[in-house]
């Protein structure tokens, strides 16, 4: 969501601001703002839109001086206008905000009766409002930033800047990831370490409910009931950090390319051998009953496919669900039970909210993350990094078959401690995934095929997925790639849903793909396609050799995969619905890395 930075350096600052914020512009680019205090005065610049129109605007209204705070903005309250940006100022205060305060109303209506009126339709706002209420009532900065936190209910990351305060920084977190960066006679705030990255390689995380004193000599951290607390300062690995295209056009292109380096690297993590070892605690898994799975969109669909591997591998019973739905429904988690919790940044409200619900009743709490410093990280018992790298592109790609990744591992861990897959069959499966990198690069080089298809696809209004096991979970990964990035509505179903409903949407102009590799269940999968054809319908088949060869006359396109052992397609048939994405939305000119509406880190509800 918004990305949040705060510097009070030594060197003039905007521009210091403008870069960091280039790197956080993944969070949101609905508008961008920054303030800083220069000889004693507050001033701010803000912009609609992406951050070079800031940039643009400070060329022509330049703001001098070296304390500031800057902001990028993923709308929740108040539409993407200059007015609703952030920094917000009230009286002394400048304000930037990552989250969402839930109890605002009250506190507007409170704040009304005392004269104090808004300028914004935002929630943010209010934070400011009240901070410079404090402030005008007599209280020093830190003591207005404090009361102002202790009224706030909801999830924010904050960090303020006051009027007649050159060397004052008040940061505070609750819900939402903040983080302090040490430097020389210089300090730092910013919402992750990619934003910090180039200007320190030291940073303290807030823990949930602190707030930290900022001058240039350090930092001061006080916990929820004010008790000064010491934080771990840690260093930041520089190369876990950069961020660059390599020659690629788009962010979401080169991590579709990373696939095969990553997906090397991770394994190398994990094997030994044929041992799979996990950082950290161990999992025993014949002390387990069942697993919980819990995450949003991309993330579950990982878990989804992973029921099939947990299931059949090792007849582990497991449910999966979407974290925004299961942490309101209160579900009973028996003694026995893992919960598993899947999340790319680590940072997903919904998810991060599952998490807690699980704490107290789970036997174990395991995440499966990228950013190993994040909250869901930090907060459970046994944290399964993905290694996937830095994601950039909003469309998750390389995070989601490293997520398969690990999953598979633990299912084959499972199996092997629970004896229901046999030494030389997991043997036998794990030499096919270490050779899952060099398929990787085969099946990248199948990209003009799915180019060519894409372009077709792009042409229409409605597309449909089908799949049929481990194939549907991937049904669903494509459609959400292809609806976030390409803006062409898509639906994924069960091969097997199609005749209880679907196939009434389809005609000549819905293309269909299918997705199905020579498995045991490939030929229940031609008869649904077949169902298709009958109809008009034109069937885009992503399969292997030996499928393609027997799917018959009359399928519009058919995009042939190096075949696989069916226990690893899933990792496989990422690749060809990422990149049918990918091509779809470059032939219709969308923003590919920074589709509209959507931000990289979901961290509010
Ligand atoms: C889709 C996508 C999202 C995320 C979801 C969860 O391409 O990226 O659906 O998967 O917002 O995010 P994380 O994994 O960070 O919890």
């Known amino acids: 969501m918004c990305g949040i930075v705060g510097v009070l350096g030594t060197h003039e600052v905007a521009p210091i601001l403008v870069e960091a914020l280039k790197r956080l512009e993944y969070r949101g680019y609905d508008s961008a703002g920054i303030a800083t205090v220069n000889n004693g005065h507050l001033d701010r610049r803000r912009a609609v839109g992406k951050l070079v129109n800031l940039s643009d605007r400070l060329v022509h209204e330049p703001l001098a001086g070296k304390s500031g705070i800057g902001h990028t903005r993923w709308a929740t309250h108040g539409a993407p206008s200059e007015k609703n940006a952030h920094p917000h100022r009230t009286g002394s205060v400048a304000m930037v905000h990552n989250g969402i305060i839930e109890n605002f109303r009250e506190l507007r209506a409170e704040l009304a009766a005392k004269g104090v009126v808004p300028e914004t339709e ?41 009027d007649g305060e050159e060397d004052l920084m008040i940061a505070a977190r609750k819900g ?29 995380y807030l823990e949930e409910g602190d707030w930290a004193v900022i001058t240039r000599q350090g930092a001061e951290i006080f916990d929820m009931q004010n008790r000064r607390v010491n934080r771990e300062a840690k260093a930041i690995r520089m190369d876990a950090t950069r961020i660059d295209k390599a020659g690629y056009k788009h962010f979401m292109a ?6 095969p380096t990553v997906l090397a690297d991770a394994l190398g993590a994990y094997l030994d051998g044929n041992k799979i070892t ?66 790319q940044s680590g940072e997903t409200a919904d998810t991060l909210a599952a998490l807690r619900y699980c704490q107290e009743k789970a036997d174990k709490i395991v995440s499966v993350v990228n950013v190993e410093t994040s909250s869901i990280a930090r907060e459970s018992d046994l944290a399964l990094p993905i290694h996937a790298g ?46 899952l990198p060099g398929v990787f690069n085969a099946a990248l080089d199948r990209d003009t095929t799915i180019e060519t298809a894409a372009q077709k696809i792009s042409e229409a209004r409605d597309v449909l997925f089908l799949g049929r096991g481990m194939m549907y979970p991937l049904a669903l990964e494509g459609a959400l790639k292809l609806k976030e990035i ?23 102009t819905v293309p269909v793909i299918v997705m199905a590799p020579h498995d045991s269940l490939f030929d229940k999968t031609v008869s649904n396609m077949q169902e298709v054809m009958a109809r008009g319908g034109k069937v885009c088949l992503i399969t292997d050799a030996a499928g393609a060869a027997e799917a018959g006359e ?5 995009i042939t995969l190096p075949a696989v052992d069916e226990r690893l397609a899933p990792l496989l048939y990422a690749l060809p619905a990422q990149l049918l994405a990918y091509h779809a939305a470059v032939a219709k000119g969308t923003d590919v890395d920074q589709p509209r509406n959507l931000a990289k880190s979901v961290t509010v509800e």
């Not at 040490?182 to 180039?198: R, T």
Request: hydrophobic fraction near 45%.
């Open 554 to 558: 009359g399928v519009w396109q058919v």
């Open 486 to 508: 390409s803006y062409i509505h898509a639906e994924a179903y069960a091969s097997g849903e199609l005749k209880h409903g679907p196939i009434a949407l389809i005609d000549k």
């Open 390 to 435: 830095i994601e950039v592109g909003v469309a998750s790609t390389k995070a989601f078959t490293c997520q398969l990744n690990v999953l598979l591992l633990l299912a084959i861990k499972a199996a092997k401690e629970r004896g229901t897959m046999a030494d030389s069959d997991i043997a036998g499966l794990l030499d096919q995934l270490r050779a």
């Open 122 to 162: 935002t929630d943010s706002e209010t934070v400011a409002m009240l901070a410079s209420y404090y402030l005008d009532s007599g209280k020093s900065p830190a003591e207005a930033a404090r009361e102002t936190v202790a009224r706030l209910e909801g999830a924010f990351a904050l960090a303020f800047l006051f």
């Open 278 to 343: 996990l950082p950290g605690a161990d999992l025993d898994f014949t002390k387990i009953d069942r697993l919980t799975m819990v995450a949003c969109g991309t993330a579950f669909y990982a878990c989804l496919t992973a029921k099939y591997w947990f299931e059949r591998l090792a007849h582990l019973p497991v449910e999966v669900d979407i974290a925004s739905e299961f942490r309101y429904r209160e579900p009973p988690v028996l003694p026995g039970t893992v919960a598993l919790f899947v999340s």
């Open 254 to 259: 080169k991590e579709i390319a990373e696939q």
């Open 176 to 204: 939402s990831p903040l983080a302090i960066g040490h430097g020389d006679g210089e300090m730092f705030v910013g919402s992750d370490a990619i934003a910090l990255a180039p200007l320190t390689d030291t940073i303290t």
